[in-house]
């Protein structure tokens, strides 16, 4: 089955760490996004691309980094200097050309950081 | 800019109540409007999409009418059982491939 795949569900990791969160789809889908969701909140974005090799930051980029080398896939991390990182992260995608195509969303990686 | 406006929760019914969750946008151009449903500890699932003016997206029983002079997508549904308890977003695509999404609207169903 086609789908979008985060990896993994539950991350624990010290302050001041990096940690790299995982996203691929086989949905050959062009554009994928990042989001991150705060408990009773909405959806905020962190990144998206487009296209492979490039991407833009979304409203909330700072503390964030991504790479988009192949299409299949979009990592992020987040990095020690993302203040307050313990969230929810949702990883989607949807057809690039099809602009009524909606957004195929992952099941989220939880992350602690303590 | 574009946004979307979701009617606050969270929302209480009994079972078999009517549901309506209210949402209203702002946008230029011809947006296309979704309605994702969001069950805990998982991502969003869509529940269902309209592309243009009048249509009606429908499915589990749910559906919501694009409205262009109101501005509006509410999400209806005539019967809910407790498993559509869960959180409804609203949300709208532009032209330019970008997503907007309202804040979410918590429904809970109580036998």
């Not at chain 1, 992260?89 to 602009?99: F, G, Q, R, V, W």
């Not at chain 2, 009517?18 to 500890?41: D, H, K, M, R």
Request: charged share 20%; glycine share 8%.
């Amino acid at each position: 089955d086609g789908g979008i795949t985060q990896s993994p569900k539950y991350l624990f990791r010290k302050e001041g760490q990096n940690v790299t969160l995982s996203c691929e789809q086989n949905l050959n889908h062009d554009a994928m996004y990042w989001y991150r969701q705060d408990p009773g909140q909405g959806l905020r974005l962190i990144y998206y691309s487009q296209i492979v090799n490039d991407f833009q930051k979304g409203d909330i980029a700072e503390g964030y980094s991504v790479s988009r080398e192949k299409k299949e896939s979009f990592p992020l991390t987040v990095t020690s200097a993302q203040k307050n990182p313990t969230a929810f992260y949702l990883c989607a995608s949807s057809m690039k050309a099809s602009y009524n195509s909606p957004l195929h969303f992952g099941n989220g990686t939880r992350l602690t950081v303590t | 800019g574009n946004s979307v406006t979701q009617m606050e929760g969270p929302v209480t019914l009994s079972e078999e109540a009517f549901l309506t969750i209210n949402c209203t946008y702002t946008a230029t151009g011809y947006p296309s409007l979704f309605w994702y449903v969001q069950y805990p500890g998982e991502g969003l699932q869509l529940l269902l999409k309209a592309t243009k003016a009048d249509d009606k997206g429908s499915n589990k029983g749910f559906e919501a009418t694009y409205r262009k002079e109101t501005t509006s997508f509410h999400l209806e549904k005539g019967s809910v059982q407790v498993s559509d308890s869960a959180v409804y977003f609203c949300a709208l695509k532009d032209t330019g491939n970008q997503f907007y999404f309202g804040t979410g609207t918590s429904l809970t169903v109580i036998p």
